[in-house]
């Protein structure tokens, strides 16, 4: 506290003198200079209380304690199919796989179409729909962009989607495999309107393995990532192999290496090679079988230790233990690719508990001895994976793993559908698989696992796409004790025998996520209970990568923490969601403590903010309202 010594006049009171008595008011002249007497120096105290310097509240900013409160209740049916009425009727071939992507930078979600079967003399070329804005009557339109594409006579049996370039727009990258011999594997550059040109892929390595009976053996390239693993703001990418195989025999012969790839943000690539990939397992059961790798049937990619890089989860495919009298193969043990942040990964997968469980068909829980011509095989031993993602199942603040699977009737030992829950980096074994008890009954057909918060009440649902004739497409919702309980045919209103992979965007811009499903030529389906909720949603714009592949966001609701990261793609074949981030609020008036951590390390901390917003953020730069 300051004072300030004032000089002042005292006014001097006559008290008892010889006038009788009043005050003498009289003020001595001022004379320029300091001839006062009886003058006291008095500390008064200055008025100093703190400017307020705080900048006012962002429009998007929550002010004062948000307000918590429990979630609406969805009400059936949960979706109505919108196919017709939307365009895409009739639109694509009878089956297939689909990625969601913003081909020509609009703001708005287009599809990017791959067919699973073919005609004889077909060839597997991709299909592009644009999403052109409402019509007159303000029903969202999708139309065929596919001859504009430059990829309409692409062949191609997976692709992927990131900003490679780095330029601010979506490029591709494709494999091929013995189904599609005649395409390339490679980047192909977006010029920014949803036009794309091949790359020159300097650096990536032959995609066939040489010739049986005249004919060419290709690696089947099932699996594709993308994402910065070295982050040096370019992106990398994972390309994973199932069985390989000739147009003749299909996928008749043993699984080759997985290949990893560093970017150099042109198109152009160089080979990283990965330890050794032969489980030491199968060297038991073959000792000739030393090249041998596993067979690659899906991927996903996440920041499963929450150390700033991006880890890789590959599901491999081998049947597990064979009927027929023979050993097992183990080429269906999976791999939990670990990143020191350099690009350099070890397989964790065994000691952190999912390579393999030891659930098998129907209620069977526990694994007896392999034993083949005397000798005993090691498990696990099950395992036939297909699609998998990540997700933060439990609301702690770490990310888990849904693994999906097929477990084949005449196989005795098969895993099923997997929820391998986190567990932190201080447990035992890093996961525990909770997949019975949390609710999920078995089937032994299950591809393609999707977790989403379908009623943004700030939990992740699950939905789960299957192949058996008779099987439908099942919607399981999260409920708050953190289990699940499957909703009826009925009250989802889906009712799809053997269905699609399900492809999750906001096709109509009303803050809950839809979902596309290549099937039947394709069909569209609108939510109808999310809006009942809060939500919140995120775009982000990083500095490099641009598309922001590997950012982290966190926040806090009712429910818990809540973790989403951009991907870049996952699953079987790939199935590739908006990159838009999508958080559930229930009934709360906003979201607590948003944080994003950018691919590069950097931490961004946007505080509380308000419900039902959707926001534009761009690294180390503004934060639009759109």
Known sequence: MRWIALATALLLFACGTESGGGADTTVAEDTGHDDTVAVEDTLVEEDTTPVDTTPPLEPWQHEGPITRAAPTHPTPPYFTEVTAEVGLEGFYRPDGRAMVVDFDGDGRDDLALLPVSAEDGERRFPTFARAAGPNADGVPQFVDVTAESGMNETEAIAMVFGDIDNDGDQDAFTGIGFRAPGGRTGAWLNDGTGHFVVADNVGILPSTLGSYEGETVYKEQNALGLADLDRDGFLDVYIGTWYSGAASVGGGFLPPDDELYKGDGAGNWTFVKLPDQTDPKTLQMNPSWGNVSRAAYGLAMADFDDDGDVDIFVNNY???????????????????????GRMVFVDVAPETGVNATVRGIGGVQEESPVVYEGETYPGPIGGNGFGCQWGDLDNDGDLDLAVGTIAHPDY????????????????????????????????????????????????????????RGGSKWELYFQGSRKSFEKATWEESGVDIEEPGPSLWFDYDGDGDLDFFMPKDGGRLFRNNNGQANHRLVLELV???????????????????????????????YNTQFTRKLYFGLGGDSGAAD?????????????????????????????????
């Open 318 to 340: 081998g049947a597990g233990r064979p009927a027929l009298g023979s050993p097992p193969s183990y080429f269906e043990q999976n791999f939990l690719w670990r990143n020191d």
């Open 412 to 467: 005795p030992q098969a895993d099923r559908t997997l929820l391998h829950y986190n567990q932190g980096p201080d447990a035992a074994t890093r996961f525990t698989e909770e997949s019975a008890e949390r609710g999920l009954e078995y089937n032994e057909d299950e591809l393609h696992p999707a977790l989403v918060d379908v009623d943004n009440d700030g939990r992740l649902d699950f939905a789960m796409s299957r192949l």
């Open 542 to 572: 990083a500095t490099a990568p641009r598309d922001a592949t590997g950012a982290r966001v966190t926040l806090t609701t009712l429910a818990g923490v809540q973790v989403r990261e951009v991907t870049s793609g996952h699953g079987h």
């Open 594 to 626: 948003v944080t994003i951590r950018w691919p590069d390390g950097e931490v961004q901390v946007l505080g509380d903010v308000k419900a039902d917003l959707h926001l534009r953020v761009t690294q180390g730069g503004t934060v639009e309202m759109l």
